[in-house]
Nanobody
Framework: VQLQASGGGLVQAGGSLRLSCAAS????????MGWFRQAPGKEREFVAA????????NYADSVKGRFTISRDNAKNTGYLQMNSLKPEDTAVYYC?????????????????????WGQGTQVTVSS
């Protein structure tokens, strides 16, 4: 599956952005989708994940209550709504898809579980 992330940009602290992840190739609805981010000089870190049905979600503690992950399988697209943005949210954001191998969702925050990655979209939050 090929993934194309978009929607990044420059926003002031407290503002909002919605990232999109368009999938093509294999059937998107069969895959768990995740969002990760990487700030300069830091490791890529987990942000959020959603199961293939949308029934399960998982968030990093740093974004809980501010970010919402969703997906529209009919459109082969996933989303990350980001509200109340902070300067520390500045990073390149990547979407990823996983052919899920487990019966639960506990490893959804592990980047090595993901098989496909998009190219990333820059999010910059000014103070």
């Amino acid at each position: 599956v090929q993934l194309q992330a978009s929607g990044g940009g420059l926003v002031q602290a407290g503002g909002s952005l919605r990232l999109s992840c368009a999938a093509s190739g294999r059937t998107f609805r069969r895959y768990v989708m995740g969002w990760f981010r990487q700030a300069p000089g830091k490791e890529r870190e987990f942000v959020a994940a959603i199961s293939w049905s949308g029934g399960s979600t998982n968030y990093a503690d740093s974004v809980k209550g501010r970010f919402t992950i969703s997906r529209d399988n009919a459109k082969n697209t996933g989303y990350l709504q980001m509200n109340s943005l902070k300067p520390e949210d500045t990073a390149v954001y990547y979407c990823a898809a996983a052919n899920w191998r487990y019966t639960d969702f506990t490893r959804a925050d592990v980047k090595d579980e993901y098989d496909y990655w998009g190219q990333g979209t820059q999010v910059t939050v000014s103070s």
